[in-house]
């Protein structure tokens, strides 16, 4: 079994201003494992978003990266070299695609002298219902044949893939909600207390932070319900 880790807050900064990203990793960093840079802040200000916030903070680079393996094994590769702590791939794309991701990150951080980044497989987001798409613990079962460190999956789905991958597998929850708070756009959500009981290692919270009136006290506050 893999221990937990230290601190399983992965805080969301999904906007599009630079000096505002840097503010709220500033704000939350104390508090947070991991500050996620997510598609909306890499296209406006690309590499320079994840060197300014790395200072702060352990980066989860979510690009969800999908193409054919080649093109993955190169953008996984140029974004090991950035130094991040996880990236994501869609599992969807495949098997083969998911290890060149695995290749590309050994690669990248080697050149740069990083430690490498972990390559979690998205399987269902956590804003759609996922009824016609394939079985999340299917999608982390190849993904974890094919080399990677963990999957990103929902809460309700959390307890079946642990079931198949076993606990060498880091599991890492999107849509988490504290307790009473909007769900805004995520279909499928849990408080950051069900989602550890169900078997999660890392918890991902973005707007119920970076939305409210005093992020930092925001996430201390959902820290010490989870430590």
Request: charged content about 20%.
């Amino acid at each position: 079994m893999i221990p937990p880790p230290e601190n399983p807050l992965v805080v969301a900064i999904d906007v599009s201003d630079l000096g505002r990203a840097e503010s709220l990793a500033r704000a939350v960093g104390p508090a947070a494992g991991m500050v996620k840079v997510g598609l909306e802040l890499f296209s406006a200000h690309g590499p320079a978003s994840v060197a300014r916030i790395r200072k702060i903070a352990p980066v989860f680079l979510d690009l969800k990266l999908h193409d054919i393996p080649t093109t993955v094994e190169r953008a996984a590769r140029n974004a090991a070299r950035l130094g991040v702590a996880m990236l994501t791939v869609h599992a969807l794309g495949g098997e083969a695609m998911v290890a060149a991701a695995v290749r590309g990150v050994r690669q990248g951080s080697e050149e740069a002298g990083h430690a490498a980044p972990g390559v979690l497989a998205v399987t269902v987001l956590s804003s759609l219902s996922g009824e016609s798409l394939a079985s999340p613990a299917s999608l982390a079962f190849e993904a974890k044949a094919a080399g990677a460190a963990g999957t990103v999956v929902s809460g309700e789905d959390v307890a079946v893939v642990r079931e198949v991958t076993g606990e060498e597998f880091c599991l890492v929850v999107p849509g988490i909600r504290p307790a009473g708070s909007n769900g805004h756009d995520q279909l499928r959500v849990l408080t950051p207390e069900e989602a550890l009981d169900a078997g999660a290692d890392y918890l991902v919270i973005g707007r119920p932070i970076t939305g409210s009136i005093d992020p930092a006290a925001t996430a201390k506050s959902i820290l010490a319900t989870i430590r």
